[in-house]
């Protein structure tokens, strides 16, 4: 069973920075790994993906140039990756979630990742 953890949430002021860690427990190198975020009562949101052989990235428009996904190769566990949260705003503020292994074709902002962390909280104050 592969366990997705999340870490590094927080409450911060507007304009402040986070790093979003996230480890998963697979036994084999992942090959996607991404962000999502939901408000409640809203859709989930896409924010950001790396993909390994080359490391191809890919964000949000609302996060571009704030935001800075990462793969930690030098990390024990190899399926480390980071979530660099810069300029932060009040819109920023959900729950994050950390998905790993995408398992279709489709565009990775539709969510069809095989396995899912239980989210870490962000908060962000005007």
């Known amino acids: 069973q592969v366990q997705v953890v999340e870490s590094g949430g927080g409450s911060v002021e507007t304009g402040g920075s986070l790093r979003l860690s996230c480890v998963a427990s697979?036994?084999?190198?992942?090959?996607?790994m991404a962000w999502f975020r939901q408000i409640p009562g809203k859709e989930r949101e896409g924010v950001a993906i790396i993909y390994s052989g080359g490391d191809r990235q890919y964000y949000a428009d609302s996060v571009k140039g704030r935001f800075t996904i990462s793969r930690d190769y030098n990390a024990e566990n190899k399926n480390t990756v980071y979530l660099q949260m810069n300029s932060l705003k009040p819109e920023d503020s959900a729950m994050y979630y950390c998905a790993a292994e995408k398992v279709s074709t489709n565009n990775w902002v539709r969510g069809e990742f095989r396995y899912w962390g239980q989210g870490t909280q962000v908060t962000v104050s005007s």
């Open positions: 697979a036994p084999t190198y992942l090959t996607s």
